[in-house]
């Protein structure tokens, strides 16, 4: 595609519910990655992928999120048993690689909100 | 841990540079500096990087000090739309912890005014 696809766009969810938030990355683009913005706040890296290698894990805030990628293209980000303080922007963006000079180009984002 | 230290504001009259300034006083040798900007509502977006010599390309300038510590991203001549927060990260080539991933800060809110 052109650009890298979000979906959805919005969800809205209760509590306690399983959510799955969808990312396209631009193709040919081996690395991944996802990131969280909280109201008025920063971008909270999260995870991303490079290739086959094992993912960076570390910002993953709890067990309840996980993030696979399958066939090196489309991944999808988990969040278990939502809290509130999960409502957020959650952001993916993909690169030609993770090596120096290769910019990561950002999707629109995922709005989520748990009530 | 972002490793970068910017100002929380800063205006600009549309038409002037903007020059926002960035903090990065223990950055390692193999760092480079990365910017990227986040208009409202939407997803970041890549600006300019360097190491250490000047760069320069449609969008901004970057200056990077002689010994690393500090950058100026220069925008020549602002427009309304250069309104963003801008974000100034440094991010390893190969190994070491920020190899990789981006960490973003809290980024500098411009305001470009008429």
């Known amino acids: 595609g052109a650009g890298v696809s979000q979906s959805p766009s919005n969800k809205v969810t209760e509590k306690g519910k399983d959510v799955e938030l969808r990312c396209d990355p631009i193709?040919?683009?081996?690395?991944l990655y996802w990131y969280r913005q909280s109201l008025g706040q920063g971008l909270e890296f999260l995870i991303y992928f490079q290739g086959n290698s094992a993912p960076d894990k570390s910002g993953l805030p709890s067990d309840r999120f996980s993030a696979e990628r399958t066939g090196g293209s489309v991944s999808t980000l988990t969040i278990q048993r939502t809290q509130q303080e999960d409502s957020a922007v959650y952001l993916c963006?993909?690169?030609?690689?993770?090596?120096?000079?290769?910019?990561?180009?950002f999707g629109q984002g995922t709005r989520l909100t748990v009530v | 841990d972002a490793k970068t230290t910017q100002p929380p504001s800063m205006d600009c009259a549309e038409g002037r540079a903007a020059n926002l300034p960035c903090n990065h006083s223990t950055i390692s040798g193999n760092e480079y500096v990365y910017w990227y900007r986040q208009i409202h509502s939407q997803g970041p977006q890549y600006i300019i990087h360097?190491?250490?010599n000047n760069e320069t390309n449609e969008m901004a300038s970057l200056i990077i000090t002689e010994d690393r510590k500090s950058s100026t991203l220069i925008l020549p001549h602002a427009t309304l739309r250069d309104t963003a927060v801008y974000y100034c990260i440094v991010r390893a080539n190969a190994g070491g912890t920020s190899y990789g991933k981006l960490t973003f800060g809290q980024g500098t809110i411009l305001t470009v005014h008429p």
């Open positions: 193709s040919g683009h081996t690395a």
């Open positions: 360097g190491l250490k």
């Open positions: 963006a993909s690169s030609r690689s993770i090596q120096v000079g290769t910019e990561a180009f």
